[in-house]
Structure formats: structure tokens, C-alpha cells
Nanobody, 119 residues
């Protein structure tokens, strides 16, 4: 298993930017996909940005396309933040083939970092 530690969350006004980081440790030789999910109170966990470690193009959730970018180091640049982006953001890793957007496909999770966007 691998250990994931998120950082970079905080409070920002709508239209602002934040950059989240995910520190990775442990053996991840069998990991196929890593990325970010988020969960707002009362809502299901949803995929935000996923990176296939085999080199395929990143996958983005529809609500963040054009605003969020996941880098090769798994950092997540979030621009033009909206109130609806408010959530706990989690870094995750999967050993399943392909980059599924289903949270249950991910075996390793960080503790999360809170992002709060105010109007």
C-alpha cells in the first residue's frame, strides 16, 4: 500500500485559485491511476481529476473541465473557483486497470484537505 497526504486547501473567494498537493510514499509499483476526488456534505464522492500512470491523457470531471489541471506530480491547480467547488478533496490511488471515476476502484486514500469557496 501507499500513503497519501494532501495539503494546500483553504478558504478563497469565488474566482480565486488554489493549488493542492499530494505527497506520496511507500511502494506504488502496481499503481495504475492516481488523482483527486471530492466530497461535499450530503453528496457522493466524485472524481475531479485523474492521471493514468501509463501516460494516457488526464480525465476531468465535467464540472471542473477548463478550470482545474492535474500535473504529473499529482498537484491540482484550481482556477476560477466557484462556491460549488467547496468540498473535502482527497488524493487517491488505484491498482485497477484504467482510470475509473468510481471511488470504490481506489484502494488508497489520503485524509483529505478542505477547500471552501465563498461568494
Amino acid at each position: 500500500r501507499i500513503q497519501l497526504v494532501e495539503s494546500g486547501g483553504g478558504s478563497v473567494q469565488a474566482g480565486g485559485s488554489l493549488r493542492l498537493s499530494c505527497a506520496v510514499s511507500g511502494y506504488f509499483g502496481s499503481t495504475t491511476c492516481m488523482g483527486w476526488f471530492r466530497q461535499a456534505p450530503g453528496k457522493e464522492r466524485e472524481a475531479v481529476a485523474l492521471r493514468d500512470l501509463g501516460g494516457a491523457r488526464p480525465i476531468y470531471g465535467d464540472s471542473v473541465k477548463g478550470r482545474f489541471t492535474i500535473a504529473q506530480d499529482l498537484s491540482l491547480q484550481m482556477n476560477d473557483l466557484k462556491v460549488e467547488d467547496t468540498a473535502m478533496y482527497y488524493c487517491a490511488a488505484s491498482r485497477w486497470a484504467g482510470c475509473s471515476e468510481i471511488p470504490e476502484s481506489y484502494e488508497d486514500w489520503g485524509q483529505g484537505t478542505q477547500v471552501t469557496v465563498s461568494s
